[in-house]
Structures are given as structure tokens and as C-alpha cells.
């Protein structure tokens, strides 16, 4: 069995997200998306609009992580330093592309390709790029790198393009149990064991409570379905022997 | 004028988030709310329930910035390992807490006190406590790191525990400007100029595109009232400029 993991982490780039304005919605796409395809996200940070924090983040999620997947910074105007950033965080140079320039004169008139639209088909040397069927300014795919969109319908539609080119681990599995009417308290104890028990697992407890009920659920993630299925039996034969 | 900059960072911790299972709705909540008392986010990470990534999160987060929030991880159960990751990496001792273990009194009888609630009162040294007003398990308030918990009502209960202890910066304000029917290539060039004009400002510009119209803002941030005032009276000038 190919228990290869793969890893990846999620940066969205924005003061909008920073200041509490705009929710990031994307990251959680994104990272559910990535789990069902198997790849695990260790790691999410979002980050400013400065151009030294863009890099410092992106050189030590690359060094540490089979894939980056930025979100954000990559339209016209002046805010927009994504590209300019991974650049200098992979040290090479970036210029008008003409590949980016060719799909872009498929959506606008040579003389509405004005200076700003133009900054779109800046794109590192040496990146591949990453088609946008909808708005045509692509993203782009550099190293481990992977340079997407903010718009989330931009996105989303950039993360299906480059999802057949990843490399997938082994799907992880989840299952959750409900634990309905317990407290965590009354099963920690026991839960503990079974993690200890189980720890190719990862085993989380998530409480809820509401109009004097609780609503905790026990998720159970891994690779092995037979593991999974062994371990998820044993937590509810233990919530039975409590309940 | 108090022109004092205070930073913050957010720190949210659990596998739930990265495997797309839990939407982190904290935050957003607290880079608001922080926002709205003039304490500027400057990064949030959400890390897994590993020991090791959690310390160094808290160590490179806590030397960067004024404050770090951290939700999550102090629970119960055995995934809930916020407390201890907090006391290593103060490099500060980690026990039961005579204070935490009082308030949680006013909520369980002694007999239902067991061993996975008693873990709720392991406390770093030197930590102040955070009242929960909602389960009584505690948060703590340990440098400049205040951890708190997951779950959103009891966190934001807690928010509002420790909010008038902070140091509050001057408040930012905003100023949302409607570029209704413009897409951004029409006034990023005019718009990089005034963002050149106004460097004490962040501005930028977030496009939205349904029905075949474009709904885009363009967003001033800012200390001043009156600088914001005319930047924004500029900003509406250029778009009347432009049609």
C-alpha cells in the first residue's frame, strides 16, 4: 500500500482578510478540497500585503511542505505584489509573459489591454501557467508554488485545473461519530486510550452545546480503511458502555 | 496624537480546521474585533494538534508582535494540548491551578470533577486567568499571549474579558468607496498614484463580478480622520473622472 504522505500549506495574501473585512473562505476550500485528493494541509497563514512579508512566508512554507497554494494579490492594481513577491522569494526574474499575454487578448481588444491589465501577464520566469476560464488573467505554477486567484469562483475553477497535475497521496478517510448527550469529560478518558491505541489516527473531539444539550462529535481521520473501521467500533462500543 | 501602532497575531489551533471539517470562524471574529479597538492583525496561522508546530508558531509569533490570540486545544480531551505547548514554550512549569480549579467549582460538584475536567485547571506558571463566563474552564494570559478557547461563544466571552487590559492603538478607520461598473484595469493607475499620495494609508481595491456587472470596492484604512477624508474625496473624484 502507497501510504505516501503529501503535504501542503495555505497562504492567502490580503489586508482585507487581516482587518476582518473579507472572510477567507477560500483557505477552507481549499483545504477540504486538497483532503479529499489526499493531500494534508499542515499549515495556514494569511499574511499582509507586504511585499517582505509575502516572501518570508513563502520561503518557509515551500522549505517545509510538498505544495504552497497562495491565494490572492494577483489582479491590476497596486496592491497586487503576489508575483513580483514570489519572484524574488525563488530569485528569478519576472516580466510580461506572452503566453499570459496571448490568453489574455482572448478576452479583451488590444486597445483595452491597458497598462494595468498588462501587470496580470507579469508572471515569474520559468512558472508554468495556470488557465482562468473565467476572467482569462491566469495564475501561475513555480517550483512548489502554486499562485491562484482571490475571487473564489477564480479560484476554484484554478484549483480544478491543477489538481489532475498534483501528486496525490493515499485519500484520507474521516468518519464521525456522534457523542450526543455526553460531555467531553465523560469520555476523555477513554478516548485517550483508544488514540494511544490507534496512532497511525488522528482523533479529534469537537464539543457542542446548545439548549442545555450536547452535540460533541468524534472524528476519526486516517488512511487505512480496516484501521479506521476497527477504531471507530471501539468508540462506540465505549460511548454504549457510558451511555 | 497617540500615533502608537499595536500589533496582534492570531493563532488558531486544530486538526478540524486544516482537514476542512470546521469552518474558523474565530478568526475573523477576533481580527474585527480587534480592528475596531485599533489593534491591527498583522498575521493568523492555524496550526495542527502537534505539540512541536504549536510551540514554534507561539515563539515566532509571540517575538513579532504586541499580542498573540490563540483559540483552541484546552479542552478536555487528549487532542487538547494548547496548555502545554504554551507553558514549554514560555519555558515556564505547567500544574494544576488552585484559582482554576475554584471557579470550575462553581460549576461541578466535587464527584464529577475527574480527571479529564482537571486537566481544564493545568495552568502555565505565571499565568493570569481569563473567566469563562460560560463553562468556567479558564483561559490564561501568559506574556503577551492570551489563549483562549475554541468554541466560539466562550471564546468571544473571553474576548470581551480581556479586551479593556489591552493596550489599544489609535483606532483604524475605514473607508468603503463603491466602484460600481468599473473594472479595476479603469482605475488601478489612478489609484496607484493616490495610494503613492497617501503612504500613511492602505488602500485596495477588491473586485466583485456578478450578472455581468462589476461591484468592486475600493477600501481606505487608516489613523486620521482627515487624511482618510481627503484621500477618499480623491478617490471619488477619479471615479467621477472616469464616467
Redesign the interface.
Known sequence: MNDRRVTAAVLAI???????????AN???I?????QIGI??????????IED?IVAALNALRARYDYVFSTGGI?????DITADAVARAFGVGIAEDPRALAVMMERYRPEDL????R?MARIPAGAALVANPI?KAPGFWIGNVIVMAG?PAVMQAMLDEVAPKLVHGVK?L?E?IEAHGFP??????G??KL??AFPQL????????REGKYYNQI?L?GRDPNILAEAAEQVRAMLQRLG
Chains 1, 2 share one sequence.
Not at 490580503?14 to 477567507?24: A, C, H, K, Q, V
Not at 494534508?40 to 500585503?49: F, M
Request: no cysteine; hydrophobic share 30%; net charge negative.
Open positions: 490580503g489586508d482585507e482578510i487581516l482587518s476582518g473585512r473579507t472572510r477567507d483557505s477552507q476550500y483545504v477540504h478540497y486538497l483532503f494534508e494541509t499542515r499549515e495556514i497563514r494569511v499574511v499582509p500585503d512579508e489582479g491590476p492594481t497596486h496592491d491597458n497598462e494595468a491589465r501587470r476572467s475571487v484520507i474521516s464521525a467531553e469529560s465523560a469520555y476523555a478518558a478516548l485517550r488514540a494511544e488522528s482523533i479529534g473531539s469537537y464539543p457542542s452545546f472524528v481521520r
